[in-house]
Nanobody, 126 residues
Framework: QVQLVESGGGLVQAGDSLRLSCAAS????????MGWFRQAPGKEREFVAS????????LYADSVKGRFTIARDNAKNTVYLQMNSLKPEATAVYYC???????????????????WGQGTQVTVSS
């Protein structure tokens, strides 16, 4: 049973930073792409970032490029999302996800991932 557990969300002010964590169990993530998505109220889930197995390749949504950084620690089976210069439009539930196949690439499409966490709420006040 694969489980992904996000943490680190909260209420912050515009311009602040947060670091989200996603701890995986039931599958060693070292050979899987990992991704972060978010879903704001009344909106569809959208891609935020993804990272390759060894962290050498990272992909970002244009809306977060230069402010968010995805990273991973395979020894801890954990992936992170460092969010700087947060804006109110970043308010959403943030989800991490693991790619469907070992050594398979995964990017911005939700169907490229097969397990998802329960999400962590990020609220950015103006």
């Amino acid at each position: 049973q694969v489980q992904l557990v996000e943490s680190g969300g909260g209420l912050v002010q515009a311009g602040d930073s947060l670091r989200l964590s996603c701890a995986a169990s039931g599958r060693t993530i070292s050979t899987y792409y990992m991704g972060w998505f978010r879903q704001a109220p009344g909106k569809e889930r959208e891609f935020v970032a993804s990272i390759s197995w060894n962290g050498g390749i990272a992909l970002y949504a244009d809306s977060v490029k230069g402010r968010f950084t995805i990273a991973r620690d395979n020894a801890k089976n954990t992936v992170y999302l460092q969010m700087n210069s947060l804006k109110p439009e970043a308010t959403a539930v943030y989800y991490c996800a693991i790619a469907r196949t070992r050594f398979g690439r995964a990017g911005a499409l939700p169907n490229e991932y097969d397990y998802w966490g329960q999400g962590t709420q990020v609220t950015v006040s103006s």
